[in-house]
């Protein structure tokens, strides 16, 4: 079986085509602002302009006649974009004669996880520009166990990043900055129940500018915010009595977390499951897979429950595999 995804929830639009082993074609058009954040304007229009090359591109490197479903990323994300990816993905299907599959964009950044590390049964720690999340699976159904109250950490990173004048997306640069930094400061540690914040820290760090290096501001911000993730998803394997901790969402790639999250798993005898980096951000190739498993289990989403989602949540989505 062959399933074409199109994601397009924020910043990346990428339509990508896998079979039940791999990732067969993918084609990538991300959207980088010129000045500040992300506008969901901008961002859809970019999306519209991009579609229609996008799409002659992936079928030029794989047959359309081969394609047995169209899965999109339904939700959760911003309104125009999703509406964009969500008409495209109309057309194709109507088009092509096959059937639609609306996939929640949290769940694919997991099973796309899993598909690749072949982590069996674990706590995830999801966290991207938008989402911070401690996910596990209970029954038929992922459950979110803690997470953020406000903003996600890729977000308080792209915030802290453009307050130091650096270009989107700032969780990168710092992470670069952070290896320079030596001295601590300390920032507002919030962790409530299983649940964190991260706005308070966002505004603590920024007033350390005119008094600290921000190589160093960079450094405590990153080992506060992350240890605070680490805690949680410590709590969390705790409790659910797992062994495994699958790491995702775009923030995933910083060496420094995937450090942190290691050595607690090590102190813990649990295991920690990295997902190659070109999929651990945003990209069609989750959303493709997710959809071929919703496919083989029978899921599909008629036209008339093909309206975007910009609140769908994981939980909704009961799991038959
Ligand atoms: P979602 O819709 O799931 O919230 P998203 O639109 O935020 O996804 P992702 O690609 O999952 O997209 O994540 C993008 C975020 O990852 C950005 O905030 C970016 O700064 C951050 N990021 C990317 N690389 C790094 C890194 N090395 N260290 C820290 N953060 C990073
Ligand atoms: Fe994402």
């Not at 169209?70 to 969500?86: D, E, K, M, N, T």
Request: with cysteine.
């Amino acid at each position: 079986m062959n399933v074409l995804g199109i994601e397009g929830t924020a910043w990346n639009l990428s339509v990508a085509i896998v079979n039940e082993e791999e990732v067969v074609a993918i084609v990538n058009d991300p959207y980088s602002p010129k000045e500040g954040g992300i506008h969901p304007r901008e961002a859809s229009q970019h999306h519209a302009e991009k579609m229609p090359s996008l799409i002659k591109a992936i079928f030029e490197r794989f047959p359309k006649e081969k394609i047995d479903a169209i899965a999109f990323s339904q939700g959760p994300g911003l309104g125009p974009c999703l509406r964009v990816v969500a008409t495209a993905s109309r057309l194709l299907s109507l088009k092509l004669n096959k059937p639609l599959i609306g996939v929640n964009h949290c769940l694919a950044h997991v099973e796309v996880g899993r598909w690749k590390t072949k982590a069996e049964n674990p706590v995830a720690l999801y966290v991207s520009g938008g989402n911070s999340q401690i996910i596990a699976r209970r029954g038929n159904r992922y459950r979110v166990f803690g997470e953020t109250l406000d903003i996600g950490i890729g977000n308080a990173l792209d915030k802290l990043a453009r307050s130091f004048g650096l270009s989107h997306p700032g969780g990168p640069k710092i992470e670069k900055l952070a290896k320079e930094g030596k001295k601590y400061y300390p920032l507002p540690y919030v962790v409530k129940g299983m649940d964190f914040s991260f706005s308070g820290m966002v505004t603590a760090a920024q007033k350390l500018k005119n008094k600290a290096k921000i190589e160093d501001i960079a450094f405590s911000f990153q080992e506060t915010a992350f240890a605070m993730l680490t805690e949680v998803t410590e709590r969390a394997l705790a409790y659910l009595g797992y062994n495994e901790v699958l790491l995702v969402g775009g923030v995933g790639v910083n060496k420094r977390l995937q450090e942190m999250i290691d050595k607690m798993c090590e102190d813990r005898g649990a295991r920690l499951y990295v997902p190659p980096s070109e999929l651990m951000g945003d990209n069609g190739a989750m959303i493709a897979y997710t959809g071929l498993l919703m496919l083989k289990h029978d899921y599909r989403t008629s036209i008339d429950e093909s309206h975007v989602r910009s609140n769908f949540r994981i939980e909704e989505v009961e799991v038959r595999w």
